[in-house]
């Protein structure tokens, strides 16, 4: 069989395994926020994830600046980073979830690098705070990547409309969520524990079918390639045969 005939019958396996890798890569690597629970008046993790540097440069700081409805913010500790809270004083004095008069909020929080991340290494870095009592609005956290040489400015906020994958640095962003009836840290007294053997249930009997989906695709990827081998002999004969 020729080098031809050989490159005709691995054209099309190569292409769908090239357009399943695309498919799981992702589709950038920008600053995200992804919080432990997303919804009005929870206490959250916010998680901040960093994936490059600036156009190959490692990174030395990262500001993150926060929301002027979120009041407090507790950063976790690192041991690679100095973390300073930057404040910022109120207009007028508010009362906060407690009760406590509050003059000042926390405006932003800055890691600094003790040595700096490289380029082709990512991290992370976690705020703790309590969701604004908000369902449907976003929250937007513009965040300022220093590096050895220039920075990133992931600030860009998306107009009416606009899809945010169309900004080229957009602001880390998560949308309130509705409140959970069951979170205790809204405040008001805790009702009896509720019945949850029924979602225990059918969180298992999802976890299932989940397993059960991911055997099936397996199964058909390895029919998909016993056919690819069917159709290359089938080929590789029919070739013999007029040659």
Known sequence: MSIRTFARLGALPAAIAAIALSLASPASAHVTV????????A????TFSVGHGCEASPTTSIEIQVPESVLSVTPT???FYD???????????????????????VGSIV????????????????????????????????????????ETAWTEVAA?????????????????????GSDGHRGGTAGPAADTSGEETEATATTAAADEDSSMLGWVGLGAGLLGLLAGGAALARTRTTS
């Open 43 to 46: 206490y959250t993790i916010a």
């Open 111 to 150: 890691y600094t690098a003790r040595t700096p991340l490289p380029d082709g290494m990512r991290d992370t870095f976690e705020l703790s705070f309590q969701v604004p009592d908000a369902e449907g609005e976003t929250l937007t956290f513009p965040t300022i990547q220093t590096c050895e040489e220039g």
């Open 83 to 105: 973390v300073e809270k930057t404040m910022v004083d109120l207009d007028e004095p508010i009362a906060d979830s407690h009760g406590n008069e509050v003059t000042e909020r």
């Open 77 to 79: 500790r690192t041991s």
């Open 160 to 180: 009416d409309g606009q899809d945010s994958d169309e900004l080229d640095s957009p602001a880390p962003a998560f949308e309130i969520l509705p409140a959970s």
């Open 34 to 41: 992804t919080p432990s629970s997303a919804a009005a008046g």
